[in-house]
């Protein structure tokens, strides 16, 4: 009784870490300037004004901009886009030619993976990829694939458990006592809290997730507030 959810998910965090990473200014620069990324990447990769950016070419770089993060090849994205894949393989040349940093760091991590066997997040976490020289190309692919997004998923999780430790500090604190985290997801933290104090903790929570890792590119937090979990989203 008197208490609601509220669920604090970080917005598109594995882009805005891809846009760190590879340092690419115009990713970076969506991100700065707070745009709707995946619109401001259709708005590049179609040549079109970001104002007349259709839902149709949001749809697409939307599947571009996960697609690569993800390692997805010319053939999974026109699978996923319904598309030929040389319409696919074009986007993503297209893709590469606007953000040329993103290909870069792509190259760049293919190549010390296979150099070193393992990649690491940002915060120096490693994961081995004991098949990144495998004689059998499906499965050197594959550990590429891995090579390429691990550092991005890696590094959103050390992200996140910074995040509950900030939060778990602030929680041991007079002014934390009205909530409750019950549980963490992906990139989302969820809290039991008192009504009368949701507009406190809200504040508080952001303070902690959005300052839980200084990147190059800002940290954003969305939240909802419901009675269960589907209200809060």
């Given at each position: 009784?008197?208490?609601?959810?509220l669920?604090?998910?970080?917005?598109?965090?594995?882009?805005r870490?891809?846009?760190h990473?590879?340092?690419?200014?115009?990713?970076?620069?969506?991100f700065?300037?707070?745009w709707?990324?995946?619109?401001?990447?259709?708005?590049?990769?179609f040549?079109?004004?970001?104002?007349?950016?259709?839902?149709?070419?949001?749809?697409?770089?939307?599947?571009?901009?996960?697609?690569?993060?993800?390692?997805?090849?010319?053939?999974?994205?026109?699978?996923?886009l319904?598309v030929?894949?040389?319409?696919?393989?074009?986007y993503?040349?297209?893709?590469?030619?606007r953000?040329?940093?993103?290909?870069?760091?792509?190259?760049?991590?293919?190549?010390?993976?296979?150099?070193?066997?393992y990649v690491e997040?940002?915060?120096?976490?490693?994961?081995?990829?004991?098949?990144?020289?495998?004689?059998?190309?499906?499965?050197?692919?594959?550990?590429?694939r891995?090579?390429?997004?691990a550092p991005?998923?890696?590094?959103?999780?050390?992200?996140i458990?910074?995040?509950?430790?900030?939060?778990?500090?602030?929680?041991?604190?007079?002014?934390?006592?009205?909530?409750?985290?019950?549980?963490?997801?992906?990139?989302?933290?969820?809290?039991?809290?008192?009504?009368?104090?949701?507009?406190?903790v809200?504040?508080?929570?952001?303070?902690?997730?959005?300052?839980?890792?200084?990147?190059?590119?800002?940290?954003?937090v969305?939240?909802?507030?419901?009675?269960?979990w589907?209200?809060?989203?």
């Amino acid at each position: 009784p008197h208490h609601v959810l509220l669920a604090a998910d970080y917005s598109q965090i594995e882009l805005r870490i891809m846009a760190h990473l590879s340092d690419d200014p115009a990713l970076k620069r969506a991100f700065d300037n707070n745009w709707d990324v995946h619109a401001a990447t259709a708005s590049e990769i179609f040549s079109t004004p970001l104002d007349n950016v259709t839902s149709e070419q949001r749809r697409r770089a939307k599947a571009i901009n996960f697609g690569l993060i993800y390692g997805m090849s010319s053939f999974g994205l026109a699978k996923q886009l319904g598309v030929s894949r040389e319409e696919a393989r074009d986007y993503m040349q297209q893709y590469f030619e606007r953000y040329p940093g993103v290909q870069a760091y792509m190259e760049k991590t293919r190549a010390e993976a296979h150099s070193q066997g393992y990649v690491e997040t940002l915060f120096g976490r490693r994961l081995y990829l004991p098949e990144i020289n495998a004689s059998n190309k499906m499965r050197q692919q594959a550990a590429e694939r891995t090579a390429i997004n691990a550092p991005m998923q890696g590094t959103a999780a050390d992200i996140i458990k910074k995040a509950m430790i900030a939060v778990a500090a602030w929680q041991a604190t007079e002014a934390g006592q009205h909530a409750r985290m019950i549980m963490q997801v992906h990139d989302e933290l969820v809290f039991e809290v008192q009504e009368h104090a949701i507009d406190h903790v809200k504040l508080a929570v952001q303070a902690c997730m959005e300052k839980a890792a200084m990147l190059s590119v800002p940290l954003r937090v969305s939240m909802g507030v419901g009675m269960n979990w589907d209200e809060a989203h």
